[in-house]
């Protein structure tokens, strides 16, 4: 059985990793071991059942087995690779990281190099790939080749958080993760074909480019895709919508709250709709996956390899974004620019 050390004890922290994995203990108890897990906080802040809050990492190697622990580092993406290297040195070697894996290209490389040096293994935080809509939509849609167009929307209202955390430079690192890898698991390979992002503005204040974000990815089928996140939208919605050849419309509502885990699907096909209510708490599965794999020791390179090209499609929507005082333009374009 494992143990679990938290290295960030802000929202993704206590907010949501802590409580699933109190959740999974009685649901998986062969995976999860039955002691408090151990949380790094520096400044003593953070409190809550089930939690042993130590101010450094080294005070926490004191009282963890390297061999039996998972470290989830759920800190603001621009440290991950600092913060990584410093528990692998400490002999820590099974990490689940929260999304994004890294903001940019240059980010990224540092936490491969960090894995590759230290035989790290990561897991990343994926609640969408593991949600059971999103299998079901798998499922329903069949071979990539018979998918004729995908659009995900991600709206919530986001003001507080954004105008008081810092954590996110832009609106691409919030929600748009979840929807990149549905994306590529769905229809394959992609490059990013248009990115557009706005600012955020509440009265006299503005933060730049944490309004919303929307991009399309030009897939290595031919087929287009299309993701739309609305950070200042009064609705909050997850949804997608998949059309295929045959003539079957998807549309997908992922679970927008925490004290509901019921997804949606409705199936309209030759004119006829059905609906599906589908248990799915994602996170939960998600977080069983990890320790499982873990556990059994599974390879986790291909997991890895799609986390990596979520991060650089990330990378490639931001540069193309900010190119420009719309911040927006396309691939072609940005080519363009650079030959000139």
């Known amino acids: 059985m494992l143990r679990t050390l938290l290295i960030g004890l802000g929202r993704a922290g206590t907010g949501l990793h802590l409580p699933v994995l109190h959740r999974a203990r009685t649901t998986r108890p062969e995976l999860f071991a039955d002691r408090p897990v151990v949380g790094v906080d520096?400044?003593?802040l953070a409190t809550a059942s089930g939690l042993h809050v130590v101010d450094s990492l080294r005070a926490a190697r004191r009282t963890l087995d390297p061999d039996r622990t998972v470290v989830h580092l759920c800190t603001p993406p621009a440290v991950r690779g600092t913060l990584l290297g410093e528990a692998a040195r400490l002999g820590f070697w099974r990490f689940v990281v929260e999304k994004?894996?890294?903001?940019?290209?240059?980010?990224?490389r540092r936490v491969l190099d960090v894995v590759d040096e230290h035989g790290l293994h990561v897991r990343v935080v994926s609640p969408w790939l593991h949600s059971a809509l999103t299998g079901r939509i798998a499922e329903l849609a069949?071979?990539?080749?018979?998918?004729?167009?995908?659009?995900?929307?991600?709206?919530?209202?986001?003001?507080?958080?954004t105008l008081t955390n810092s954590g996110h430079t832009d609106a691409f690192q919030v929600e748009?993760?979840?929807?990149?890898?549905?994306?590529?698991?769905?229809?394959?390979?992609?490059?990013?074909h248009t990115a557009t992002c706005t600012d955020l503005r509440y009265g006299g204040d503005v933060v730049?480019?944490?309004?919303?974000?929307?991009?399309?990815?030009?897939?290595?089928?031919?087929?287009?895709?299309?993701?739309d996140c609305d950070l200042t939208s009064p609705v909050r919605r997850r949804r997608i919508t998949v059309a295929t050849a045959a003539g079957t419309r998807l549309v997908g509502h992922y679970p927008v709250t925490q004290d509901d885990d019921i997804a949606q699907l409705d199936v309209d096909q030759h004119g006829r709709t059905t609906r599906e209510l589908i248990t799915d708490d994602a996170l939960l599965r998600c977080l069983t996956h990890a320790y499982r794999a873990f556990a059994e020791d599974r390879p986790y390179a291909d997991e890895l390899r799609l986390h990596t090209r979520t991060a650089e499609l990330l990378?490639?929507?931001r540069h193309l974004a900010l190119a420009t005082p719309t911040r927006t333009r396309t691939r072609h374009q940005e080519a363009a620019h650079h030959a000139g």
């Open 176 to 192: 748009i993760p979840h929807a990149l890898g549905v994306l590529l698991r769905l229809l394959g390979d992609a490059d990013v």
């Open 42 to 44: 520096p400044a003593h």
């Open 100 to 108: 994004p894996l890294a903001t940019d290209r240059a980010a990224l």
């Open 315 to 317: 990378d490639d929507a």
């Open 208 to 227: 730049p480019y944490m309004g919303g974000a929307r991009l399309t990815l030009s897939h290595a089928t031919g087929l287009h895709s299309r993701i």
């Open 142 to 161: 069949g071979d990539p080749a018979g998918i004729r167009a995908v659009t995900v929307t991600q709206h919530k209202s986001r003001f507080r958080r």
